[in-house]
């Protein structure tokens, strides 16, 4: 699926659920990979250990919270690998679980800028890298922003969507520099993010599961095996396209 030459991948929120299956499939000698966390170090290292050479994989653990500190961390990883052929964004969060009428202002901007104006400005830098030999962006969105976002989480629906947006313009106005951007939509994944986040017990997520038309949770490892697809060598004439995983929701 790739050609011969080390990838160079950079993947924000690489100790998420659907990040660790991505880097697992990734285990080998085809790539470099910078592996960003903010909170998920101790998941990184555990995956890491004994099973990577480490002068293959590099762990960057940065709050995204400012312009610059997403700059920073694209140049931190491009001095390291001598290149940068791939960005995925799969780094997100809901700051507060509530209902939108109730969400006040500073919960608000804090969603926004996790969810969508980090990664505008992480790709900034990326796209600037890439613009001399092209490469690959693939950004993260939610299928539910398609339809309004969640009640309890419309911020972060808001700005899943600008993340569609800014994926599109990306491909637009990379194509002449052979700069890829695409966008998955994943509906209902089996990941921490409904329990330790969304607080959703056992039975609400079981309920939930059982509204898409194939009547159950997707996976993080479906989710990482179509990254893998829409990364590699194989799809290098899809562009600025939005792929929902989602078992039918929806429809």
């Known amino acids: 699926l790739f050609n011969m030459k080390k990838k160079k991948i950079l993947i924000t929120g690489a100790s998420s659920d659907i990040g660790l299956q991505l880097i697992n499939k990734l285990n080998n000698k085809n ?24 002068k293959n994989i590099k762990i960057f653990s ?33 700051s507060k679980v509530t209902d939108w009428k109730n969400l006040d202002q500073k919960n608000f901007t804090k969603d926004i800028h996790v969810n969508l104006s ?63 951007s695409n966008c998955i939509a994943p509906g209902f994944i ?23 038309s194939l009547n159950k949770a997707g996976s993080p490892t479906e989710i990482a095996d179509l990254i893998f697809y829409i990364i590699s060598d194989k799809s290098n004439f899809i562009t600025g396209q939005v792929i929902n995983v989602d078992g039918g929701d929806w429809i």
């Open 118 to 180: 980090s990664s505008f400005f992480l790709s900034q830098e990326a796209f600037k890298i890439m613009q001399k030999k092209g490469g690959k962006l693939l950004f993260t969105s939610t299928s539910s922003a398609l339809h309004g976002g969640g009640t309890n989480s419309m911020a972060y629906g808001l700005a899943k969507s600008g993340l569609i947006s800014l994926s599109k313009g990306i491909a637009r106005d990379g194509g002449k520099y052979n700069i890829i």
């Open 31 to 54: 790539f470099i990979i910078g592996a960003h966390c903010f909170k998920g170090k101790k998941r990184l290292i555990s995956l890491i250990n004994n099973r990577f050479d480490k």
């Open 190 to 212: 089996n990941t921490r993010f409904h329990t330790k986040v969304m607080k959703r017990t056992q039975k609400q997520i079981k309920k939930r599961a059982k509204l898409n």
């Open 62 to 94: 940065k709050n995204l919270n400012t312009r610059n500190r997403c700059i920073q961390l694209v140049k931190r990883f491009h001095k390291w690998s001598k290149g940068l052929d791939i960005f995925i964004q799969l780094h997100g969060n809901v």
